[in-house]
């Protein structure tokens, strides 16, 4: 929901669309929400290379970034949203360090993780009791974000992370071109 805000109001953003193993959920098109494929295939994409991060996730079902997208979206100075866990982002960190700005999205209360489960469609009694049992561990990882936003209101969590968009798009670092502009004054 937060990517989605985004997404809608910043045109220089673009979504990293993840390739997953498990099967779409009611509503979810291949390319769009994820791209769905095969154990096998997934298998050859990390083998090729063609992955920038990938993890196996609750035991079951691979998730993982495709390079080629991400390394476009780079040349053509375009910043990218990703929806990843805390072991996709340390592997993104770890692939391009100087690229990654990390926003941990927590829930205002566990509570109120469940209840957000519980109304996404596809995930059945099972695969939330996992989910919630994994949770604690999940939210153990925050300190590894550069910024950590608690979604208990939409609107000032889109505003919030807009905020660490804007900033990080100024940051000495990013500011291509930022030396020869200042060498003609």
């Known amino acids: 929901m937060i990517a989605d805000a985004l997404l809608a109001s910043e045109p220089e953003l673009r979504r990293s669309v993840s390739v997953t193993t498990r099967a779409p959920r009611d509503g979810e098109a291949d390319g769009v929400h994820y791209h769905f494929r095969g154990q096998t295939e997934f298998d050859r994409m990390v083998a090729a290379g063609e992955l ?49 700005v990390g926003v941990f999205i927590l829930p205002p209360t566990l509570a109120a993780l469940e209840s957000r489960l519980r109304r996404r469609s596809g995930d059945d009694t099972a695969e939330i009791a996992r989910r919630m049992a994994l949770a604690c561990d999940e939210i153990s990882h925050w300190p590894e974000f550069d910024h950590v936003v608690v979604n208990d209101d939409l609107d000032r969590a889109v505003a919030a992370v807009r905020a660490v968009l804007h900033a990080a798009r100024v940051a000495t670092p990013r500011q291509i071109g930022l030396t020869d502009f200042v060498k003609r004054f």
């Open 52 to 100: 920038l991060e990938w993890a196996r996730v609750l035991g079951r079902h691979c998730y993982g970034t495709p390079k080629a997208p991400v390394r476009q979206a780079m040349r053509d100075g375009k910043d990218m949203v990703f929806d990843i866990d805390w072991q996709g982002h340390r592997k993104l960190r770890a692939a391009l360090p100087e690229d990654v």
